[in-house]
């Protein structure tokens, strides 16, 4: 960091930047793929696939499905679509 000028002021708040501030920063098309990617950083969805809804689910269900890890709502729709095809009328 050297002699630059912290970001942040002595309450932790974000200090008014500067047009020589923003020469430090970094585009994010250099961040890591597995970086830009928890950022969201992606195209426009050409289609949309998947419907926003709310859902209430017990706490073991969604605890376990967090456990695993990045995608686990992914994850989740393809159980519950495993589930559909299983139980098909």
């Known amino acids: 960091m050297g002699n630059r000028k912290s970001l942040t002021n002595e309450d932790g708040e974000v200090r008014e930047l500067k047009a020589k501030d923003f020469l430090h920063f970094k585009p994010v098309s250099s961040l890591p793929e597995s970086l830009a990617h928890k950022l969201g950083v992606r195209g426009q969805q050409k289609a949309p696939t998947k ?8 706490h073991d269900v969604v605890n376990t499905f967090r456990s695993t890890g990045s995608g ?18």
């Open 51 to 58: 419907e926003r809804i709310t859902i209430r689910l017990s």
């Open 72 to 89: 686990w709502q992914t994850r989740m729709d393809e159980v519950l679509k495993e589930w559909v095809d299983a139980h098909a009328p």
